[in-house]
């Protein structure tokens, strides 16, 4: 079901003010996407760059002078997938309850999704190969998926996994290369059937400083 929702933002995603990618454009995506390496390790441990181009370090300075850190995918050569969680606050008893910067405004409310549209905070977005290496900054919105939604949880089962997605819109396209490429998407349920094992690429810390890790 998750998946499903997911699926449906990101096809809205056309009747946004962002540029839509053409027929021509996904078409092209199945020739590059989901490039990994051959070799499978098991248990964590720092990947190299080319092992997963489509992985990307986000960071999101902060108005008191904090950073938030996080991984993105990216889906297209405009969209990158990330999770709500970096932008947004979790209350157990309400789900997504105002922002890591702010209160929510009910006025960025639409369908469900909060958008963020604030030139102050999506200025101070940058997207990163790494944590020397930009590159871009000031992405044109950013979607959190039925962040608006108010929900009941149960004492001691929230989870904010529950619907923890967020796409950024770029305003530029972002050139692929042998360190930057699209992530396939599934077009199947099939795919995500209960035990189907997985592969997971982000950023982590090690020893105060951030790494590639598989």
């Not at 499903?4 to 962002?18: G, N, P, R, V």
């Not at 997963?52 to 008191?64: I, K, N, R, Y």
């Not at 702010?102 to 905070?121: E, L």
């Amino acid at each position: 079901m998750l998946w499903t929702t997911l699926f449906a933002t990101l096809l809205a995603l056309q009747y946004t003010k962002s540029d839509p990618l053409t027929k021509t454009e996904n078409s092209n995506l199945l020739s590059t996407c989901g490039k990994f390496s051959q070799t499978k390790v098991f248990g964590g441990r720092e990947a190299e760059r080319s092992e997963a181009p489509w992985s990307v370090f986000l960071v999101t300075m902060g108005h008191d002078n904090t950073n938030t850190v996080c991984t993105g995918t990216v889906v297209s050569s405009r969209h990158i997938l990330t999770a709500t969680h970096c932008f947004a606050a979790f209350d157990p008893s309400k789900g997504w309850n105002g922002l890591t910067y702010g209160p929510m405004d009910a006025a960025s409310c639409k369908d469900g999704n909060y958008y963020i549209t604030d030139p102050s905070v999506l200025s101070n977005v940058w997207i990163m190969l790494n944590k020397n290496d930009k590159i871009t900054e000031y992405p044109e919105r950013i979607t959190l998926v039925n962040a608006c939604l108010k929900k009941s949880f149960e004492p001691g089962n929230a989870k904010i996994a529950n619907e923890d997605f967020a796409i950024i819109d770029l305003y530029d396209d972002l050139t692929f290369s042998a360190e930057i490429q699209p992530v396939c998407v599934s077009m199947s349920l099939d795919d995500h059937k209960t035990g189907t094992a997985m592969d997971y690429y982000g950023f982590g810390l090690k020893r105060q400083f951030f790494f590639y890790w598989h």
